[in-house]
């Protein structure tokens, strides 16, 4: 059937930020011009990048990581955004997502530099306080009561999708899908009246490919696995996501973690704590905070068990192979 011109027009913008690409998918009048849009949505991802980076000396993070303790530093309204929801979080999950591990982070490779040996003594060393209870956030204002290196890798990707997602609103776009490396909001339906299709990627570090598939409307999606960074020790291969009670690496973990939330940012976050907590004890926290979760295990022989909980993976014939 050819295309009349009242029929949606497609359009599929990206752009860079966080060392990977943002994208954005929805459909308008034949009428309307993107450009005003890609410039404000690389806008928005450009000021949470330029807030909340490890890898930019000069982010607002890396500046609050600087001020010594015993200080109050007032911060833009987005940092402090981010900052106050992975406080609350870190307290839900019993500290199993925790901002603090800025040092240890840097000291075994995922940061700018290179494993540092003695960075890594130190950060195994280290007494610890968790994130929330070391900062204090009341409005823009951030105190900080205990030694924090704060690092927001488990939470700031999310956050930028959700900045994708507002700027689309502010276009009057109210169906869309936004996302960043994996990390996903959807707003609305499809044009045709069905909810987005999502992939969640199989675990495995040789190659993309999904999992499994499941759709998303008005909801968020963000995975947290072992497969895409790592560092390899002593012939063991180290997950980048850091086990706040050691200071390291995680030593066992699932192969992966997939959290639906109602935005992006606590998806982002709570994937992160689950995968820290386990199977066993993150499959607690799923179902004590209601969350829709699903782990992907690895098996002995080499299959992948998958263990859903809440209500949409609870059923794990409700995901299309």
Known sequence: MSKTCTDPTRHALNGPTMGT????????????????LQAALQQ??????????TWQPDSTLMRLNRTPVGETSVVPAELAEVLALGLRIGRASGGAFDMGMGDAVRAWGFGPEAADPQGIRGALAAARVPAHEALEVDGHRVHKRSAITLDL???????????LAETLRVFGITAGLVGIDGEMRALGLHPDGHAWAIAIEA????????HAMLTLQDAAVATSGD????????GRRLSHT????????????????????????EADAWATALMVA??????????RHGLSALFLIREDAGGILSKGYGPLFADSRALSP
């Not at 690409?21 to 005003?36: I, N």
């Not at 050691?246 to 959290?259: D, E, I, M, N």
């Open 21 to 36: 690409r943002w994208s954005a998918l929805f459909y308008t009048a034949p009428d309307f011009d993107p450009g005003p």
């Open 44 to 53: 928005a991802v450009d000021t949470v990048d330029a807030q909340m980076s």
């Open 153 to 163: 890798n488990g939470i700031a990707k999310g956050y930028g999708v959700d900045r």
């Open 203 to 210: 675990p495995a570090p040789e190659r993309r490919a999904p």
């Open 227 to 234: 497969y895409r960074h790592w560092v390899t020790v002593q």
């Open 242 to 265: 850091m086990d706040p009670r050691r200071g390291a690496p995680l030593l066992s973990s699932p192969a992966s973690v997939t959290v639906i939330a109602r935005t992006c940012a």
């Open 278 to 287: 386990g199977p066993d004890a993150g499959a607690t926290l799923a179902i």
